[in-house]
Each structure stands twice: as structure tokens, then as C-alpha cells.
């Protein structure tokens, strides 16, 4: 087990240092109008950028009303940094047009691939934990960086299989990548209770083994017991002991923003409150 | 050779295959031990997830053509047409951007449905339905553009109008249809169970206005070529002429109902800009 390493975020490299904005949700399109009317009760907004990419209509309407009122980050579902094929130039053009329209503090991604030979799986996929992955994202990673001028982190996701070739933990081989491309990383931690399950890894290995001071934001959502696997289906709330691991990674990095995932079964926004002031009590015993 | 990109590109034929692995030895080449799946299995969540959420998707896209052809049929069309047509786009808002010419294709070749053993029932309807629910899609994100200010117009002489090319809103689809499929949609949407129409001539336009909301509405079926001809940059008074020439009942539409027609896509917010001799920028 990898020793834990307390890391204060004034530790951070000087391009990463962002903002703490609380606790937050993820925007989606049924809470628009809620939004509206309760401006402020939420820290800060995640806008998912591949929903934003058109042109013109409601919803890059709506995403201004959000802006306006709310601190506002970007967070990718698409870029398939790791895949076959180098990242798409339309797609990063889209990217930037969206970073410069929103001015968020940073954008993020997933450390994974989303299809080869051109096709898009509208996924994200694991990649083989070897060395040839760990040069390849980092050196895309930080061209993203340096393209969107803006930090950006990448996502560890959860997954349901694993390679034959891989040669390193997934934490060992997306540290090692933060660190080579001096990007910053998003921290899952329901992902990790998810893939720890699946595959038979300690989750708390992966919070102590990772760059601490490179988090610069944590999600949580809930996640579905298939019997045979968890799924990660951000049907539900996140369960006690994805609290109890979030508590753990907070001791280790300090205040880092925190957002809530819902994708499934939304609810109301004004029953998701309860959920975010949950998080939030978790966060003050931690942090004071 | 266990390459990394030989390795994904393995994972992504398996995930868009619609059918599970066949062989579990090959899976076991790329995939790594588990204690609670086998690999296969392991592979097999992935694909199950890529056609759940691509079908879920085009159901989001295409309502009303669900409603025509009931879940299962509706999901046996998607299952084939992602096949002909694999997601590229790293969006899924461009899911369904080749669903009305698959169907038109296998219109016109019915035996491509005995093919693929597809049931296409109403398969005229099915294409009307789903060219007006493709045009939702693409009025509801197109470019945004400022209406252009038709009284800037009013100076111009016959001559000037003649040669004034128009350029139309972005956010703008028109259509020709045999069905009711815009009054046949609401009504589904609305959850009326599903009675074949009586078919129905029309052209409709679908379009969105300064608040983003998407309408559609009936088109003349001059005014709706009149707006082809423009749309691919015919001058005014010889795409009059053009549409005289296939369709002849629209010289009297034109000397009756132009004018009104320039006002009605002026307030609609169809036309964004105007070019002609008299008001072309020095």
C-alpha cells in the first residue's frame, strides 16, 4: 500500500491553482428553470462541452443564464485523448470557441478512448496501463492544455474490464501522466469504489497513490450493484462508504471543489439540495 | 501483437458488433483476468451499453417515428441503421443525420429491407416522420443569424428586384410531405394512440424563433420551391421564372400572394440578408 502523502493546495503547481467553489452540480437540461429561480444555491456549475457545441439555439442560451450567476466549468465526454487517432482538430476548435464564450477556471476530460477507426463509441473507454499509454496522453494532454489556454484535468473513469497488457496500476499510470504533461487531474471517487469492486483493487491504494496536489476538482455520483459488477450509472446518490472515501481524499488534498453527477432518474432540482448540503457537512468535517 | 492500438481497435469492432463474442479464446488475447467476469463478459458490458445508448438516443431524436412503429420495430430499424451507419461524430446530436435517406434508399429498393430482414410498416409515412423530426434536430442548435430589415428594400425598382438574391435563416428546414405528419406528431406526443392518416400533399417549414423555440407551418407549395431556388442563390426574378417552368400554376400564386409571402418569412425571421445592385455595399 503506496504511503499517504498530506498535501496542502498552496502545494499546487502555480498554472493549476484554481478556485475552491464548494460544492457543486452537474448542469443539466431539466433543472434549467429552477436554476433560474434559485440563483446561488448551488456553489458553482459543470457543463457537459459536447452539448454546447452547436452553433446557436436554447442551449447555449440557457449556458449564458448559467454563467452569469454561477461559476461555470467545462467537462468533456468526447475528446478520446488516448485513442488511435490523434485528437480531432474540429472537435478542439469547438472546444475553444465554447472555453473562450464560457471563460470557465478549467476544462476536463477522461483518461480514456472513445473509439478507433474513426468510429465514436459515445464511451468511455478503459486504456492498456502501460508506458506507451502514459507518453501518448501526456503528450496530447498537454497540448490540449496549451491549445485551450486554460488548466485542464483529466478523469479517471470506472470500468468494467482490464488488459492483458497492462503493466501498471491505473492510479501509478494517470499520475504518471499528470505529471508529465503538468495538467491537472479530475478525482472520481465513486469511479474508483466502482472499479476497485470490479476489479478487485483497495480503493484507498488509489486515493494515496495518486498527485495530490493536481486535483483540482472531485466528483461523486451513485452507481448500480448489476450483481456480477457495479455499473456506473449516476442513477442515485453516492452510497456512505464513496462519502467515507471522499472524506480520505479530502484529508489528502484540502478544499477542492466538489460536484454532484445525476444522469439517470433525475430528480427535481430542489430535491438534489438536500443531497449537495450532504456533501457539503462532509466537507466541513474535513476541512473545518 | 498485443499493441496498444491494436488492442483498441480490437475493443471498438467488439462494442459495435450487434452481436456478442463469439469466441471467448479471442477475447481472452486482449482482455485480462477477473475474478467475478470472464473476458468476454467483460466486453460484453460495453457493447450492451453502445446499443442501449445509441438507440436511446435516436428514440429522444425521432418521437413520433416510435410512436408510427411501436418500440420493438423502432429498435430493429436503429439496430440496422447504426449498422450502415456506425456513429463517427463526437456528438450524438449527429446520430441520426443519414436516417431520412437510409429510409429513402430503402424505398426506393425494397429488397434491401428483405435484406436486412427489416419490417418497414407505413414506410412512407415512416420517411415524411422522420424528415420533419430530422429538421427539430436541425433547427434546434443551428447557427443563430439577426433577422434582416426588409424595409431596406422598399427603394428598390422592378429592375433591382429582379437581381436581389436573398440568404435565408440557418435555422430554417423545409420539406415536401404526402402525410399529415406535423398534426399526426402532435397528436402523438400527446399520447393519442396511433391511427394511419389519410394521406396528405404538403410542404411545411420548420424553423425556430428569436427565443429558440421551433415551430412548424404549412408552406404553398410555390412558395416553398421559390424558397429552394433562392436558398441555392438563384437571383429573384429568374428563380420566379424556374418555378413557373416546372410547376405552372405558380405564376398566378406569385402575382397574387408574393408580397405577402416576403412579409410573412420577414416577421418569421427566415430571411437574414439581402443582396442586390441597389443596396450592395460600396
Given at each position: 500500500?503506496?504511503?499517504?502523502?498530506?498535501?496542502?493546495?498552496?502545494?499546487?503547481?502555480?498554472?493549476?491553482?484554481?478556485?475552491?467553489?464548494?460544492?457543486?452540480?452537474?448542469?443539466?437540461?431539466?433543472?434549467?428553470?429552477?436554476?433560474?429561480?434559485?440563483?446561488?444555491?448551488?456553489?458553482?456549475?459543470?457543463?457537459i462541452s459536447e452539448?454546447?457545441?452547436?452553433?446557436?439555439?436554447?442551449?447555449?442560451?440557457?449556458?449564458?443564464?448559467?454563467?452569469?450567476?454561477?461559476?461555470?466549468?467545462l467537462h468533456g465526454v468526447s475528446l478520446?485523448?488516448?485513442?488511435?487517432?490523434?485528437?480531432?482538430?474540429?472537435?478542439?476548435?469547438?472546444l475553444?470557441?465554447?472555453?473562450?464564450?464560457?471563460?470557465?477556471?478549467?476544462v476536463s476530460d477522461h483518461?480514456?478512448?472513445?473509439?478507433?477507426?474513426?468510429?465514436?463509441?459515445?464511451?468511455?473507454?478503459?486504456?492498456?496501463?502501460?508506458?506507451?499509454?502514459?507518453?501518448?496522453?501526456?503528450?496530447?494532454?498537454?497540448?490540449?492544455?496549451?491549445?485551450?489556454?486554460?488548466?485542464?484535468?483529466?478523469?479517471?473513469?470506472?470500468?468494467?474490464?482490464?488488459?492483458?497488457?497492462?503493466?501498471?496500476?491505473?492510479?501509478?499510470?494517470?499520475?504518471?501522466?499528470?505529471?508529465?504533461?503538468?495538467?491537472?487531474?479530475?478525482?472520481?471517487?465513486?469511479?474508483?469504489?466502482?472499479?476497485?469492486?470490479?476489479?478487485?483493487?483497495?480503493?484507498?491504494?488509489?486515493?494515496?497513490?495518486?498527485?495530490?496536489?493536481?486535483?483540482?476538482?472531485?466528483?461523486?455520483?451513485?452507481?448500480?450493484?448489476?450483481?456480477?459488477?457495479?455499473?456506473?450509472?449516476?442513477?442515485?446518490?453516492?452510497?456512505?462508504?464513496?462519502?467515507?472515501?471522499?472524506?480520505?481524499?479530502?484529508?489528502?488534498?484540502?478544499?477542492?471543489?466538489?460536484?454532484?453527477?445525476?444522469?439517470?432518474?433525475?430528480?427535481?432540482?430542489?430535491?438534489?439540495?438536500?443531497?449537495?448540503?450532504?456533501?457539503?457537512?462532509?466537507?466541513?468535517?474535513?476541512?473545518? | 501483437?498485443?499493441?496498444?492500438?491494436?488492442?483498441?481497435?480490437?475493443?471498438?469492432?467488439?462494442?459495435?458488433?450487434?452481436?456478442?463474442?463469439?469466441?471467448?479464446?479471442?477475447?481472452?488475447?486482449?482482455?485480462?483476468?477477473?475474478?467475478?467476469?470472464?473476458?468476454?463478459?467483460?466486453?460484453?458490458?460495453?457493447?450492451?451499453?453502445?446499443?442501449?445508448?445509441?438507440?436511446?438516443?435516436?428514440?429522444?431524436?425521432?418521437?413520433?417515428?416510435?410512436?408510427?412503429?411501436?418500440?420493438?420495430?423502432?429498435?430493429?430499424?436503429?439496430?440496422?441503421?447504426?449498422?450502415?451507419?456506425?456513429?463517427?461524430?463526437p456528438?450524438?446530436?449527429?446520430?441520426?443525420?443519414?436516417?431520412?435517406?437510409?429510409?429513402?434508399?430503402?424505398?426506393?429498393?425494397?429488397?434491401?429491407?428483405?435484406?436486412?430482414?427489416?419490417?418497414?410498416?407505413?414506410?412512407?409515412?415512416?420517411?415524411?416522420?422522420?424528415?420533419?423530426?430530422?429538421?427539430?434536430?436541425?433547427?434546434?442548435?443551428?447557427?443563430?443569424?439577426?433577422?434582416?430589415?426588409?424595409?431596406?428594400?422598399?427603394?428598390?425598382?422592378?429592375?433591382?428586384?429582379?437581381?436581389?438574391?436573398?440568404?435565408?435563416?440557418?435555422?430554417?428546414?423545409?420539406?415536401?410531405?404526402?402525410?399529415?405528419?406535423?398534426?399526426?406528431?402532435?397528436?402523438?406526443?400527446?399520447?393519442?394512440?396511433?391511427?394511419?392518416?389519410?394521406?396528405?400533399?404538403?410542404?411545411?417549414?420548420?424553423?425556430?424563433?428569436?427565443?429558440?423555440?421551433?415551430?412548424?407551418?404549412?408552406?404553398?407549395?410555390?412558395?416553398?420551391?421559390?424558397?429552394?431556388?433562392?436558398?441555392?442563390?438563384?437571383?429573384?426574378?429568374?428563380?420566379?421564372?424556374?418555378?413557373?417552368?416546372?410547376?405552372?400554376?405558380?405564376?398566378?400564386?406569385?402575382?397574387?400572394?408574393?408580397?405577402?409571402?416576403?412579409?410573412?418569412?420577414?416577421?418569421?425571421?427566415?430571411?437574414?440578408?439581402?443582396?442586390?445592385?441597389?443596396?450592395?455595399?460600396?
Open positions: 500500500m503506496s504511503e499517504a502523502r498530506q498535501i496542502r493546495p498552496a502545494h499546487r503547481p502555480a498554472h493549476l491553482r484554481v478556485p475552491d467553489f464548494g460544492v457543486g452540480l452537474g448542469l443539466r437540461a431539466p433543472h434549467y428553470a429552477a436554476i433560474q429561480e434559485a440563483p446561488g444555491s448551488v456553489g458553482f456549475f459543470e457543463a452539448n454546447y457545441f452547436g452553433p446557436g439555439g436554447r442551449p447555449l442560451q440557457h449556458l449564458d443564464r448559467v454563467r452569469a450567476q454561477h461559476p461555470l466549468v478520446s485523448i488516448g485513442g488511435p487517432d490523434e485528437p480531432n482538430r474540429e472537435y478542439l476548435e469547438n475553444r470557441k465554447l472555453v473562450r464564450r464560457v471563460r470557465p477556471p478549467w483518461f480514456c478512448f472513445c473509439g478507433a477507426g474513426g468510429a465514436h463509441l459515445h464511451d468511455l473507454l478503459p486504456l492498456p496501463y502501460t508506458a506507451e499509454t502514459v507518453e501518448r496522453v501526456a503528450r496530447r494532454a498537454r497540448l490540449v492544455q496549451d491549445f485551450l489556454e486554460v488548466p485542464f484535468a483529466l478523469e479517471n473513469t470506472s470500468s468494467y474490464l482490464t488488459y492483458s497488457s497492462s503493466q501498471l496500476t491505473e492510479w501509478d499510470c494517470i499520475g504518471q501522466v499528470a505529471e508529465q504533461a503538468d495538467c491537472g487531474l479530475l478525482f472520481d471517487v465513486n469511479n474508483v469504489w466502482v472499479s476497485a469492486f470490479n476489479h478487485g483493487f483497495e480503493p484507498r491504494d488509489f486515493v494515496r497513490g495518486l498527485p495530490h496536489e493536481r486535483i483540482l476538482q472531485i466528483h461523486l455520483a451513485g452507481h448500480t450493484d448489476k450483481g456480477t459488477h457495479l455499473l456506473d450509472t449516476h442513477s442515485c446518490a453516492p452510497i456512505d462508504p464513496v462519502l467515507e472515501l471522499y472524506r480520505e481524499t479530502l484529508a489528502l488534498t484540502g478544499p477542492v471543489s466538489t460536484l454532484l453527477e445525476w444522469d439517470e432518474d433525475i430528480p427535481a432540482f430542489s430535491e438534489l439540495l438536500p443531497e449537495l448540503a450532504r456533501i457539503a457537512s462532509v466537507r466541513s468535517e474535513v476541512l473545518g | 501483437m498485443r499493441s496498444l492500438d491494436g488492442a483498441l481497435h480490437w475493443l471498438t469492432t467488439q462494442v459495435q458488433s450487434p452481436r456478442q463474442l463469439g469466441e471467448p479464446s479471442e477475447a481472452e488475447r486482449w482482455i485480462g483476468a477477473s475474478a467475478r467476469l470472464t473476458a468476454a463478459a467483460q466486453v460484453e458490458i460495453y457493447r450492451e451499453q453502445y446499443w442501449l445508448r445509441h438507440i436511446e438516443a435516436l428514440r429522444e431524436d425521432f418521437p413520433g417515428l416510435v410512436a408510427v412503429l411501436g418500440d420493438d420495430t423502432f429498435a430493429h430499424l436503429a439496430e440496422r441503421y447504426l449498422v450502415a451507419h456506425p456513429p463517427q461524430s456528438t450524438l446530436r449527429d446520430l441520426g443525420h443519414a436516417l431520412v435517406s437510409y429510409l429513402e434508399q430503402r424505398l426506393l429498393q425494397p429488397e434491401l429491407l428483405l435484406q436486412q430482414e427489416l419490417v418497414l410498416p407505413h414506410a412512407p409515412l415512416c420517411l415524411d416522420m422522420a424528415r420533419l423530426e430530422w429538421a427539430y434536430v436541425e433547427c434546434f442548435d443551428a447557427a443563430e443569424a439577426p433577422p434582416f430589415d426588409l424595409a431596406s428594400l422598399e427603394r428598390l425598382g422592378a429592375d433591382a428586384w429582379a437581381e436581389l438574391r436573398l440568404q435565408f435563416s440557418p435555422a430554417l428546414r423545409w420539406f415536401e410531405a404526402h402525410y399529415p405528419v406535423a398534426d399526426l406528431r402532435r397528436a402523438l406526443l400527446a399520447g393519442e394512440p396511433f391511427v394511419p392518416p389519410e394521406p396528405h400533399y404538403e410542404w411545411r417549414a420548420v424553423y425556430r424563433d428569436a427565443e429558440g423555440l421551433l415551430w412548424d407551418r404549412p408552406l404553398p407549395e410555390a412558395a416553398a420551391r421559390l424558397l429552394g431556388q433562392l436558398a441555392a442563390n438563384e437571383a429573384l426574378g429568374k428563380a420566379c421564372e424556374n418555378v413557373v417552368a416546372e410547376l405552372p400554376a405558380a405564376a398566378e400564386a406569385f402575382d397574387r400572394e408574393l408580397g405577402d409571402w416576403f412579409a410573412s418569412f420577414g416577421r418569421l425571421g427566415w430571411i437574414v440578408g439581402a443582396e442586390a445592385p441597389a443596396i450592395r455595399p460600396s
